[in-house]
């Protein structure tokens, strides 16, 4: 709404208490229409691409539609959650958004409508010139037209377990729009906002189709729920056609400890730069898990990488695993296992564990071993040694080590091994460089091991076989 007879577009105005305590940054009840309010999300810097939200018959603009808040402040869009009496009232609401300069957002505009807001969210989509439209278990009266505009793309979520509104019909209804993708949820009944962290994949899926073509650093993506948890990692996406060789990153920190940023931020530059979409991970430590559940988190991101090669603009059959220290072990070891679904092609470790048999008599290992281990046998640790699995069926490996680690005279025994059985190998040293690429950051000498991984990686991946 303009002012009237000012041709400017009046601050936004609070009625009551304009403090938010569910993202911080947000304003509660701004007056868009008497009596009606909306709570607002556009924070300074860059405009953001503006999403309106639009609950459904039961709650508010502060219920029901609650999580879906911080999902969109990190893809990078403005929010609006508006209370309403009708569509006209919504209508509204797009007006007062869009007036130039009342908030920090771009003219790129969705709609988000929950239950009987989807109706509302697809009817708008038809006259008030939105970019797109997602809908929430929709709630589809009798006789809704599907007759978008083809420019408008839209996103359908619905439980399959709906016993409130035929899955089916809205599937249909989807089908016979020109730009929609139908997203079903395994088993979830009508309110999203009861559904279970075991059919939370939706929200993956919301993400991506917000992010479109979006590329750069794309943070927090969920790749895997164990127990109902989310395990998170980061992703860069090179601008450019693609699609582009994928390499998943697993940080050190002794099995126990770290993050996806910890350890190894000094290669992401280096990949990044050369062309490489890279995927930096969180996976579960000891000693709250073993060893097996670091693998299965490591082979579920690689998973979740391969199933969604089109969000990221990945090639699924040139990928390849980064570990170093403890990790360094864990993706040593994954390249000697089968690995349905998960296959890679390229395998780097940085100063890994390769033979737990060295540290048996040693106290701090031996500590360790029972973190690691239910049963720290003899026979589980040469199980989980890739040492004793090396073949020439491995995928190509790059070993890459500095001298003045304790653990170099453990990969000089690896190395050996590889050779005796004619695996596809190549060993980079740093002269006297310790243990951890953090330490050999400052020394110049020592950088030459970055431009050297990236022409290997380039190499290798090039004449990968899927």
């Known amino acids: 709404m303009l002012s009237v007879g000012s041709g400017v577009c009046t601050p936004p105005r609070a009625r009551g208490p304009e403090e938010n305590f569910i993202q911080p940054g947000a304003r509660s009840n701004l007056i868009y229409k008497q009596p009606y309010v909306l709570d607002a999300y556009a924070p300074p810097g860059d405009p953001r691409p503006a999403a309106v939200i639009i609950h459904g018959s039961e709650g508010t603009k502060s219920t029901y539609v609650d999580q879906l808040f911080p999902l969109l402040s990190k893809s990078g869009y403005a929010w609006f959650s508006v209370d309403y009496g009708g569509l006209q009232d919504v209508r509204a609401a797009l007006d007062y958004i869009r007036c130039p300069g009342r908030f ?32 929430l278990g929709a709630r589809l009266p009798p006789g809704q037209q599907a007759d978008i505009p083809r420019t408008t793309k839209v996103l359908m979520i619905q439980g399959t377990g709906d016993q409130e509104v035929s899955p089916a019909k809205v ?24 559904w279970h962290p075991d059919q939370w994949d939706w929200k993956e899926e919301f993400r991506a189709w917000l992010r479109g073509d979006l590329r750069g650093l794309w943070k927090d993506i969920p790749y895997s729920r164990p127990g109902g948890r989310p395990l998170l990692m980061d992703a860069y996406v090179p601008r450019g056609k693609g699609p582009f060789p994928a390499v998943i990153i697993a940080h050190g920190g ?99 564990v ?40 491995l995928p190509p490996m790059l070993i890459i080590q500095g001298t ?16 005796q059985v004619h695996a596809h190998h190549k060993v980079i040293l740093l002269s006297k460089a310790p243990h951890g690429m953090e330490n050999w950051e400052g020394h110049p000498g020592w950088m030459f091991y970055k431009k050297a991984m990236v022409d290997w990686l380039e190499k290798t991946l090039a004449h990968s076989q899927p």
């Open 104 to 135: 920090n957002v771009t003219r790129h505009m969705v709609l988000i409508g929950e239950g009987v807001g989807a109706t509302i969210a697809l009817d708008l989509a038809r006259s008030a010139h939105v970019d797109g439209v997602i809908t």
């Open 171 to 194: 599937e249909d209804f989807c089908r016979h729009i020109p730009q929609c993708s139908w997203y079903p949820v395994a088993g979830a009944i009508h309110d999203f906002e009861n």
């Open 254 to 352: 002794g099995w126990e400890a770290g993050d996806k940023i910890t350890y190894v931020t000094p290669i992401f530059g280096p990949l990044a730069r050369a062309g490489f979409a890279w995927f930096s991970i969180d996976y579960r430590l000891t000693p709250y898990v073993h060893v097996p559940d670091q693998l299965e988190d490591i082979r579920n991101a690689v998973r979740f990488v391969r199933q969604h090669a089109d969000w990221f603009h990945v090639d699924p059959n040139r990928v390849a695993l980064v570990g170093e220290s403890a990790s360094g072990h864990l993706v040593a070891q994954l390249a000697s296992m089968p690995c349905p679904g998960c296959k890679v092609q390229a395998v780097v470790s940085f100063y890994g």
């Open 354 to 393: 390769y033979n737990f048999g060295r540290w048996k008599k040693d106290p701090d290992f031996k500590r360790m071993f029972h973190r690691m281990f239910a049963d720290p046998d003899d026979p589980t640790l040469r199980e989980y040694s890739p040492l004793f699995h090396a073949s020439a069926n």
């Open 404 to 419: 003045g680690d304790e653990l170099y005279p453990g990969t000089e025994e690896y190395i050996k091994r590889l050779d």
